[in-house]
């Protein structure tokens, strides 16, 4: 089993920039995408954004994200990237990196598994 590590997170302001790291170990992905989720506290896991691992590495994302993420990959490193601008608070949550491991819906996350053990975002206004 595939194990991720994320890195990343951190606080920053309001419109401030991070970006997070998702790292593979043990295998290279094989799945059918790689996706980022967040839960921020008393809330249900969202999904953000997911990139495809075939050729041609489509991407998807969430509507409240779109033209501020920017999900990308480096097959040579195994990683996978989440690239957040102009950040909200209400981007803060803890993020998730987990591959997807049975066809269907991104939003369902029960589909994913190898989750990483998180890395926290706060966005202060």
């Known amino acids: 089993q595939v194990r991720l590590v994320e890195s990343g997170g951190g606080l920053v302001q309001a419109g401030g920039s991070l970006r997070l790291s998702c790292a593979a170990s043990g295998r290279t992905f094989g799945s059918y995408a790689i996706a980022w989720f967040r839960q921020a506290s008393g809330r249900e896991r969202e999904f953000v954004a997911a990139?495809?691992?075939?050729?041609?590495?489509?991407?998807a994302y969430t509507d409240s994200v779109k033209g501020r993420f920017t999900i990308s990959r480096d097959n040579a490193k195994n990683t996978v990237y989440l690239q957040m601008n102009s950040l909200k608070p209400e981007d803060t949550a803890v993020y998730y990196c987990?591959?997807?491991?049975?066809?269907?819906?991104?939003?369902?996350?029960?589909?994913?598994?190898?989750w990483g053990q998180g890395t926290q975002v706060t966005v202060s206004s």
């Open positions: 987990a591959e997807q491991v049975r066809r269907g819906s991104y939003n369902d996350y029960t589909l994913f598994g190898s």
């Open positions: 990139i495809s691992w075939s050729v041609g590495s489509s991407a």
